[in-house]
């Protein structure tokens, strides 16, 4: 407490970014895309073995779709 007191700034709460359960998946997704920038998630989770959803939000292949310097992105 005393640390707190005698800084000039307001206490911080810091924790470690854990990522993202699909981050493993992420080179798949991408790969995936770049094949067919259209295809569905629902497909995409299929293909690459994924029995849960990638809907963590936000979600991932919307992430990638989405994101301008994707591969999927170019040439729209």
Known sequence: MSRAL??????????????SAVDTVEPAVREL????????????AERIGRERGLTISPTPAGAVRSHPGAPAARGR
């Open 33 to 44: 895309l770049k094949q067919a920038p259209t295809m569905p998630v629902t497909v995409i």
């Open 6 to 19: 005698s800084s000039d700034q307001p206490p911080k709460y810091r924790r470690p970014l854990k990522g």
